[in-house]
């Protein structure tokens, strides 16, 4: 039996011969559930990491290794709960000039005020940006779905006329119906 194994990302259990397997760069194997789990980890990664680049260069101007603050981080990751991070860059792109109006205009008693703020700018507009988002999601998985819908069917051209199938079929079952007899 193969040996036992467990999922990096939702703890499952399961074993090295179906689980999909990757390498890490010191050489370690590391497991997943399935190909799509862990491309979709990687992206949602690079995704965040996008984001937090984009925030600390455009929105806050921070020199390089200076960090964003954890209350800010932790802000991030409460609207990631239901809002993609592209969802959330986009509404940041979108309401560049407005934040950085206010961060130059407005007296802040401190970063939490200032953090505070900004996320009721963002909050004021992100079901718009989401709205879009969604449509457009929703366009590409047509797009996907037509794609293997054409892919069936040119399966099923391909393959023997209907007549030869049913044919095919009809000796299966008389086929089957002389194997109950044997019993
Ligand atoms: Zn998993």
Redesign the pocket.
């Known amino acids: 039996m193969a040996r036992k194994c467990v ?6 259990n399961g074993t090295v011969d179906v689980f999909y397997k990757v390498t890490d760069t010191k050489g370690r194997n590391k497991y ?3 190909k799509d ?1 862990y491309e979709n980890f990687k992206n949602e990664k690079l995704k965040r990491k996008n984001l937090l680049y984009y925030l600390s260069k455009e929105v806050f101007h921070y020199k390089d290794g200076q960090v964003l603050p954890p209350v800010f981080l932790k802000k991030i990751g409460e609207l990631n709960k239901f809002y993609d991070y592209e969802v959330i860059q986009k509404c940041f792109e979108k309401n560049q000039e407005t934040i950085q109006y206010w961060l130059i205009n407005k007296e802040f008693n401190n970063e939490f005020g200032m953090i505070s703020y900004i996320f009721k700018i963002l909050e004021s507009n992100i079901n718009d940006f989401y709205k879009v988002w969604s449509l457009e999601q929703n366009r590409k998985n047509k797009e996907e779905n037509n794609q293997i819908d054409i892919t069936i069917m040119n399966q099923f051209n391909d393959s023997k006329p209907s007549s030869l199938k049913q044919n095919n079929s009809a000796k299966n079952i008389t086929a089957f119906l002389d194997e109950e007899d044997n019993y």
């Open positions: 999922c990096q990302l939702c703890k499952a997943y559930c399935n789990e």
